[in-house]
């Protein structure tokens, strides 16, 4: 029902008069500015003047123009007034979390990518079924918390930058730490160097590294900056530090820019190709830029935690490119390669494959 919606919407549009829009938080200043460079009008939904006011001070990330709010949800009552300006949504981890899937869900105003992904995003138990599917090596889970006889992590459901995970080592730990009232998964907990590796897929274009349909880019990657686990060192080990009542916590305060061995980038290759092809038998295929966060072992082995189903903060380092995107093209953000998807539809009259 809302991709009829979606598609009559789209009908109505004047393909050269497009806006793209976000809300003002996460990635938006590379959304904006990326926008920017590929000639679109652009929008920032804002909630209070003193975020909107911090755009002041970054010109070239600023939007073009605000739509003020009182609340996120407040918006799915202006669609008619978004729609009248040929407005394209770009999703980005603050925008659902704020909104909530099930509300991003029935958002009535054209939204890049699938929006489908996000059930499977959200979904712990769905993610699992997808990269396990994909072939990916995921870290073991522990489905009752009672097994638990190593060190194991435990994340709760949705995209929260890192809140309220929790490592715990005995089963007496995790039932001193719950919050029972959310889901969660339990995971083992896996030595060895986090990458955040950051993608592009196009289903209409094959001006990359080919797939069944469409191609595959690699933008960048970076490391997560992670308060209070980076820097529990400084005061003990974790053991002498949980028995004083500090336990390690792993809220994303900011990103590293990383560089990979190139040594390793085929099999970076291979798994993001083995997730899309699988995305598109599930649930019509993954559309644009995500992210795989992965564990690298010592017998250099990737496993992978998880998927993030959009742009991530992580980007953020590579507003003028990164040493990957900068074989592509220069100056190529992930914020500038989603527009320019938009503007590659939008000349070829394939806006309908890459909106939702």
Same mark, same amino acid.
């Given at each position: 029902m809302i991709r009829k919606t979606i598609h009559d919407i789209l009908a109505s549009y004047d393909k050269n008069d497009l806006t793209i829009a976000t809300v003002c938080s996460h990635s938006s200043l590379q959304i904006f500015h990326g926008a920017k460079q590929e000639g679109f009008r652009t929008l920032g939904i804002v909630v209070g003047e003193q975020r909107r006011r911090f755009y002041d001070a970054f010109p070239l990330g600023k939007p073009d123009e605000f739509l003020m709010v009182e609340n996120y949800k407040e918006i799915l009552t202006l669609t008619k007034e978004l729609q009248d300006q040929n407005t394209i949504v770009i999703p980005h981890g603050s925008f659902v979390e704020y909104l909530g899937p099930d509300m991003f869900m029935t958002l009535q105003l054209p939204t890049f990518g699938n929006r489908d992904v996000l059930m499977w995003e959200s979904d712990r138990d769905k993610e699992r079924i997808w990269l396990e599917g994909a072939g990916l090596t995921m870290p073991y889970e522990v489905k009752n918390p009672k097994d638990i006889h190593n060190p194991v992590i435990v994340k709760y459901h949705g995209a929260k930058g890192g809140k309220g995970f929790f490592i715990a080592k005995t089963y007496a730990e995790f039932k001193k730490r719950i919050q029972s009232d959310k889901p969660y998964t339990i995971q083992e907990f896996?030595?060895?160097?986090?990458?955040?590796?950051?993608?592009?897929?196009?289903?209409?274009?094959?001006?990359?590294?080919?797939? *069944?349909?469409?191609?595959?880019?690699?933008?960048?990657?970076?490391?997560? #900056?992670?308060?209070?686990?980076?820097?529990?060192?400084?005061?003990?080990?974790?053991?002498?530090?949980?028995?004083?009542?500090?336990?390690?916590?792993?809220?994303?305060?900011?990103?590293?820019?990383?560089?990979?061995?190139?040594?390793?980038?085929?099999?970076?290759?291979?798994?993001?190709?083995?997730?899309?092809?699988? *995305?598109?038998?599930?649930?019509?295929?993954?559309?644009?830029? %995500?992210?795989?966060?992965?564990?690298?072992?010592?017998?250099?082995? %990737?496993?992978?935690?998880?998927?993030?189903?959009?742009?991530?903060?992580?980007?953020?380092?590579?507003?003028?490119?990164?040493?990957?995107? #900068? %074989?592509?093209?220069?100056?190529? *953000?992930?914020?500038?390669?989603?527009?320019?998807?938009?503007?590659?539809?939008?000349?070829? #009259?394939?806006?309908?494959?890459?909106?939702?």
């Open positions: 896996v030595m060895g160097t986090r990458y955040y590796l950051h993608y592009f897929y196009s289903p209409i274009q094959q001006n990359a590294y080919k797939l *069944s349909k469409g191609s595959l880019q690699m933008l960048s990657m970076d490391r997560r #900056d992670e308060t209070t686990i980076d820097e529990v060192q400084r005061l003990g080990s974790i053991a002498e530090l949980e028995e004083i009542g500090i336990h390690p916590t792993f809220v994303v305060t900011g990103n590293i820019p990383i560089v990979m061995r190139e040594s390793l980038l085929p099999k970076v290759f291979q798994m993001g190709e083995q997730v899309v092809e699988k *995305s598109l038998s599930l649930f019509g295929g993954i559309i644009g830029s %995500f992210c795989l966060e992965t564990v690298v072992t010592e017998n250099l082995e %990737f496993k992978v935690f998880e998927i993030s189903a959009r742009i991530v903060a992580g980007t953020n380092p590579y507003i003028t490119g990164s040493p990957y995107s #900068d %074989f592509i093209m220069p100056n190529l *953000s992930t914020g500038r390669r989603i527009a320019q998807e938009i503007h590659y539809a939008s000349q070829h #009259d394939q806006l309908e494959e890459i909106l939702s």
